[in-house]
């Protein structure tokens, strides 16, 4: 039997929106979220501010929302998670080096969280993600955002984006067994790779380009990524 819901011609108020029911209070929970990144050592005001502007409740499902300015990783969906803020900010600072950044590229685009952080601090962002689901998933959250210079891109970005490269940041939010070659001739001269590296033992790594033929490699502290995989998934 069908049900039939009662049809109001016009609403009384505007509804609130339904990935908006954190309300007010999701801009003081962002509050609270940048505090904490302070205290736990991120110092650059260009990625906190960027932070801030993003509200992390909409890029995960309803269910979650509440959760969403836990330092944690939630999941996404297809066995994949959305990066805790505390790494975002922290990837997105020691790639960026206090410089202004031009075009940047995200291995990894998941929900879109960390691509719309990206976009508060550098003029074009590529982000490419080889899961169809999810890269379709992150188009529909970024939208009421606005960002027209994030572009997201179908595809394994193990072989980064040849097209639009030389970059001049590479963040990759899943861990590989190593850095890619191809991610590493698709920098720019100065700039910056952050990504993890490792299977069950992971550590960020820092790979700065400093001549057509020389990187230059710093381990960072230990993390705990998905695993970056080649090819697609449709
Ligand atoms: N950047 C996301 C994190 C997503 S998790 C955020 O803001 O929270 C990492 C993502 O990397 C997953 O969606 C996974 O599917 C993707 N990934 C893994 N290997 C990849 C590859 N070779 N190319 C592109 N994306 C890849």
């Known amino acids: 039997m069908a049900i039939t819901v009662p049809q109001r011609t016009a609403p009384i108020t505007t509804p609130p929106r339904q990935d908006d029911n954190l309300g007010l209070n ?13 205290v736990q050592g991120i110092t650059d005001e260009r990625v906190l501010a960027a932070v801030q502007a ?4 909409r890029f995960v499902d309803e269910a979650l929302a509440s959760r969403a300015y836990e330092d944690a990783a939630l999941p996404i969906g297809h066995g994949q998670t959305i990066s805790q803020p505390w790494i975002v900010a922290r990837m997105i600072a020691a790639a960026r080096n206090g410089k202004e950044l ?7 685009t998941g929900c879109g969280y960390q691509a719309a952080v990206l976009a508060g601090v550098a003029k074009e962002v590529y982000t490419i993600e080889r899961i169809r689901a ?4 992150a188009r529909t959250r970024l ?15 193990m072989l980064g984006v040849p097209s639009a490269a030389p970059f001049d940041a590479i963040v990759v939010a899943a861990a590989g067994l190593s850095i890619p070659d191809a991610l590493l001739s698709q920098l720019a001269i100065g700039a910056r790779l952050i990504a993890p590296e490792g299977g069950a033992r992971q550590r960020l790594v820092m790979i700065e380009r400093t001549g057509a033929q020389s990187w230059v490699r710093t381990e960072l502290e230990p993390v705990r990524f998905v695993p970056l995989q080649p090819g ?3």
């Open 26 to 38: 999701s801009e003081r929970m962002r509050n609270a979220l940048v505090a904490r990144l302070r």
């Open 54 to 57: 993003i509200a992390r409740h």
């Open 102 to 108: 031009g075009k940047v590229l995200e291995v990894g």
């Open 134 to 137: 999810l890269h379709e998933l």
């Open 143 to 157: 939208r009421p955002f606005r960002l027209p210079h994030v572009r997201l891109v179908f595809g394994d970005g």
């Open 232 to 234: 697609v998934l449709l």
